[in-house]
């Protein structure tokens, strides 16, 4: 790679020291790669930051010492959470240069967390907030399907008019980089949506073919910008949505697969449960009655 070693056979303190060059057509190499692993550019602009910060710190020019400074001065600054997605990102990057500077190093575990209760008193709130909001139709179409179908607010922000089918109540959430929509897991999906999400979007859809006031259904700064102040914000949705589904003592499985979480280490998920759009359809009914 890119990262030249001024010497390779020296150990202990002295390597400590040893000044790596990283070049920076490899940074935009690694860059190029990642974004063609279909990560969304929200999360690549993100990590390009993570990684152009350390690399600025000491003039492009590494050392394991000056990586050890790095982190104890980003530990200081940041919180856990933070801290550790930067680490993390700088650690794919060196082993990308085959350097190993962090490969032994013990990463800080996450703090514990405890989750906001979301209720439905939270979702009226947010609906009455934006009454009379000049994108009220838009807002309050976009609560009601984050509210009842789980997806993520960058899954939200990614649809286009074609994903919804408004009939049937079926959004498809699309990992595919052509069209510049991602899933974190890298899978498609569907989810689905009540009666009163499809009203909602059926009108905002009227009204957002008929004025092009938007470029985009649910763009997302347009978005973050009116949910800045609001009772909840976007990504909540989801939360709602996955303990709405448990205080309606939902089939937990089914949650699993509507979210899209990962089901890597579930073994009855990825062996055994095998549900058609249909089957799938036909629970969700039954719990968002």
């Known amino acids: 790679m890119g990262a030249r070693d001024s010497s390779s056979n020296l150990g202990g303190p002295i390597r400590s020291k040893l000044l790596h060059t990283v070049l920076k057509r490899d940074f935009k190499t690694y ?5 063609l692993g279909g990560i969304t550019d929200s999360w690549l ?6 990684i152009i910060e350390y690399l600025n710190h000491s003039g492009w020019k590494i050392s394991k010492q000056s990586t050890l400074d790095f982190l104890k001065q980003i530990q200081k600054e940041n919180s856990v959470s933070t801290y550790r997605k930067k680490l993390l990102q700088i650690r794919k990057f060196l082993r990308y240069l085959d350097i190993d500077y962090l490969d032994k190093l013990k990463i800080i575990s996450e703090p514990l967390y405890a989750p ?10 947010t609906l009455k907030y934006f009454k009379g909001n000049r994108y009220y139709k838009q807002v309050r179409a976009l609560i009601l399907l984050g509210a009842s179908s789980g997806l993520r607010a960058q899954e939200l922000y990614q649809l286009q008019q074609e994903d ?18 991602s899933t974190k897991t890298g899978l498609s999906r569907v989810s689905f949506f009540t009666k009163r999400a499809q009203t909602a979007l059926k009108e905002y859809l009227d009204e957002f073919n008929s004025t092009f006031r938007l470029d985009h259904l649910f763009g997302k700064h347009h978005l973050q910008d009116l949910f800045r102040e609001s009772p909840i914000q976007v990504k909540e949705l989801r939360k709602f949505f996955s303990q ?9 499985a089914v949650k699993e697969i509507l979210m899209g979480h990962s089901i890597r280490k579930n073994i009855d998920l990825r062996h055994y449960t095998a549900l058609s759009t249909k089957e799938l359809k036909q629970v969700y009914d039954k719990v968002m009655k």
Request: positive net charge.
């Open 45 to 50: 602009y993100i990590v390009k930051s993570y």
């Open 244 to 252: 709405n589904w448990t205080r309606r003592n939902g089939n937990y």
């Open 31 to 35: 860059v190029s790669e990642l974004s």
């Open 164 to 181: 919804l089918d408004l009939e049937g109540r079926i959004v498809y959430v699309n990992h595919d980089s052509n069209k510049g929509q």
């Open 116 to 125: 906001k209760r979301i209720a439905t008193s939270d979702i009226k709130e």
